[in-house]
């Protein structure tokens, strides 16, 4: 079974930093394009980046000086490094792909962003 599973949101500081983590099982991350998406409350999902099999990764750039993006091929696993966080980050988090024309996304993980 293709799943993905985010894990690793919580209430933070501005400022402060967190990794989200993207596990997933059924497939190869390492085959397919995997991305970062995530949903602010009552608003629509905003896209942050794009990691690609050969390695090139596409970042919005608003976006792209905060958060970095990398993977453990071995563990089947990527992640979201993301710092000086502000309050407009709380959002739920989210990870994608398409494997074999199925849209795979997993359930979310949620960051708060608050003092």
């Known amino acids: 079974e293709v799943q993905i599973v985010e894990s690793g949101g919580d209430m933070v500081q501005p400022g402060g930093s967190l990794t989200l983590s993207c596990a997933a099982s059924g497939f190869r991350i390492s085959d397919y394009d995997m991305s970062w998406l995530r949903q602010p409350p009552e608003r629509g999902f905003e896209w942050i980046s794009t990691?690609?099999?050969?390695?090139?990764?596409h970042s919005e750039l608003s976006m792209k000086a905060r958060f970095t993006v990398s993977k453990d091929d071995a563990k089947n696993t990527m992640y979201l490094r993301m710092d000086s966080l502000k309050p407009e980050d709380t959002a739920l988090y989210y990870c994608?792909?398409?494997?074999?024309?199925?849209?795979?996304r997993g359930q979310g993980t949620l960051v708060t962003v608050s003092s």
């Open positions: 994608a792909t398409s494997v074999k024309g199925d849209y795979v």
């Open positions: 990691l690609r099999p050969n390695g090139t990764l």
